[in-house]
């Protein structure tokens, strides 16, 4: 469903992202993990057309992002990690706009948006303003939004960040019920190891731009002679604590309001 071969991105004389190759396949959920800085919000930014890369491949469904942008675009639903919903509409609104940017029928997106809306439990509270909805609220009303035209692809990027254990489980629950029922191929981002260990099949982590170790959270724990992910992960990429650069910030917070504008 994704391949990336030798994915170079340069910013002038630095080099976010260098010669990365990894495969996802269809029906997988898949992590990229890293420290801040590490490479992955660029390396997202290509996968989602909103980055052309300075060499190297990469297709998403057969697709070349950089020569199909409209029609990869409809194959993939994403999720940032700044909120991209509109506060001031209700939950059923901000899924209608959706539906209706994604070409939606107007009677799958009635039946769509109630299917999503009762799995992530929020249909009792369609009718409600968005700014009125707790951080977990909106986090899953972003993932059903997300999921509303049907994609092949949902790219998660921390979605979890600030949520309480509870929220993020039952979260994850539902994520991967839509993986296991429709097929649903997942690429995710989180600094909670504990979440990919639980929920990944397959692991790729980066570090410094270039990936280190790639594997399921079992071969990468034995790899490391590590009993626990995080400690395999901190193994791989040090303890130094990083810090995340302004720059990758401000260009993940534009990525949500070029794509809210979209909408």
Not at 193 to 213: L, P, S, Y
């Amino acid at each position: 469903m994704i391949q990336v071969k030798n994915l170079v991105k340069k910013f002038g004389e630095f080099t976010a992202v260098d010669h990365i190759s990894f495969e996802v396949g269809r029906g997988e959920i898949f992590a990229f993990l890293g420290p801040n800085g590490a490479g992955k919000t660029t390396t997202i930014k290509m996968l989602t057309t909103l980055l052309r890369p300075t060499s190297g491949t990469l297709e998403i469904d057969g697709l070349d992002p950089g020569a199909h942008p409209n029609e990869v675009r409809k194959r993939f639903g994403i999720v940032f990690q700044d909120p991209s919903l509109d506060g001031d509409m209700t939950a059923w609104e901000n899924m209608e706009i959706h539906g209706v940017f994604y070409h939606v029928p107007r009677k799958v997106r009635v039946e769509r948006t109630e299917q999503l809306l009762r799995l992530f439990e929020l249909w009792e509270r369609r009718n409600d303003q968005v700014k009125l909805f707790s951080g977990g609220m909106k986090r899953r009303l972003e993932i059903a939004r997300g999921l509303l035209h049907t994609p092949k692809i949902l790219f998660l990027d921390e979605p979890t960040l600030g949520l309480d254990p509870q929220t993020r489980n039952q979260l994850w629950t539902h994520v991967k019920y839509l993986n296991q029922t429709e097929g649903v191929t997942v690429f995710l981002t989180t600094h909670y190891m504990d979440e990919a260990e639980r929920v990944a099949q397959r692991i790729a982590i980066i570090d410094h731009g270039k990936i280190v170790a790639e594997g399921s959270p079992e071969e990468l724990k034995r790899q490391t002679g590590k009993e626990s992910l995080e400690d395999a992960f901190l193994v791989l990429t040090g303890s130094t604590v990083r810090e995340e650069s302004a720059t990758n910030a401000d260009q993940m917070r534009q990525m949500a309001k070029m794509w809210g504008n979209r909408r």
